[in-house]
């Protein structure tokens, strides 16, 4: 007897985004589809961005958990259609992005408001950031500089 | 040539012009004008590196001759390498490093545009995904080569020069060879030339909006695509990309 999928779902939701260690690989959207082929459990990943060094670490991390928890055959395989959206980042993910101080992203292009101070005078410094999914804002009123989760 | 073979030389092309256009805007790396610049164009080259590898994981897929992407980004010499000459151009100084990046990434979107509608259905994801980081790196470019033409006296200057040194490697771009023809008769991908008109559309509003005189000359270096006549500047590029197997041969990470 194998776990069900539902419960596996579960599971991974206790897997962070090595990256942004806040938010799981579910919350991101990453994990795509799970099922059982026999006794295999199929996994379709999708990376964020094309090149984002994280995608492998993912892979790793989702297999590690599913194989502490005892699934043992696992075939883990790269979906890249339909292409990743920030629009798959979940209610929950968002806010936890910016409870840890990365403002979500919006289809505007932009920032609704500063996540530490909650201002809404900000200001674009680059549109990439420290990592392929951010880009670099400022806020006016606290003049902190902040992460803003690309729209994609 | 057989239908493999032209996907396959199609295939190389889209990969070799992300490698190696990632490969130079690397070199940028800690040394850009400014903190947000290099962050900027690192992060593009990243873009540009995933790509490749979508593309040459595929170019392996479709030869089908027990060779991998590494294989073909790190065991083809020059003459193998399919890339168009525009992306294996020195960098120059940042603002010729930009504008190389808008005429580049001006073509990109539009070729990925029409090849989101391709008939192999791997070439269609593929690039769906990349428009996405391709509608990001224009925005940028367009926008940068705005704001240094439209800026002093001397950054007008450089941009302009950079312009019309650049200017005769676009064509390239968009010209039509027996692989670009065989793979529109098979639609798996448009006809070069049918994408100048979304180029030129881009094109003019940017350099007008950057103040620049758009080159007018009609003449186009050709020889990167096919791989018939590389410039010396790719063996350069070579040397330091694939220097860990040349050195090490067979040497696994
Ligand atoms: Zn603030």
Known sequence: ?152 | MTAGGDEFEFLCRMGDNALVLGQRLSEWCGSAPALEEDIALANTALDLLGQAKMWLDLAAEVEDAGRTSDDLAMKRDVMDFRNLLLVERPNGDFGHTMTRQFLFDSWHVEMLKELADSKDARIAEISAKSAKEARYHVERSAETVIGLGDGTPESHSRMQTALNELWSYVGEMFHDDEVDMSMARSKLAPLPSNLRSGFDRRFRKVVEAATLIPPTGAYAHLGGKNGIRHTEHLGHILTQMQWLQRAYPESEW
């Open chain 1, 1 to 152: 007897m194998h776990p069900d999928v539902s419960e596996i779902w579960n599971w991974l939701e206790q897997v962070p985004d090595p990256e942004i260690p806040v938010i799981s690989v579910v919350d991101l959207g990453i994990v795509r589809n799970m099922t059982w082929k026999g006794q295999t459990l199929e996994v379709a990943l999708t990376p964020t961005y094309s090149g984002c060094p994280a995608t492998s670490v993912i892979a790793m991390d989702v297999e590690t958990a599913l194989r502490d928890r005892g699934i043992d055959r696992i075939c883990i395989r790269s979906k890249l259609s339909p292409p990743w959206t920030t629009d798959w980042i979940s209610e929950k993910g968002r806010k936890r992005l910016e409870e840890y101080g990365i403002a979500p992203p919006r289809q505007s292009g932009g920032p609704e408001k500063c996540p530490l101070c909650g201002s809404k005078a900000v200001e674009r410094v680059s549109q990439f950031g420290s990592t392929p999914c951010k880009a670099q804002w400022r806020c006016k009123s606290c003049l902190e500089p902040f992460d803003y989760f690309k729209c994609l």
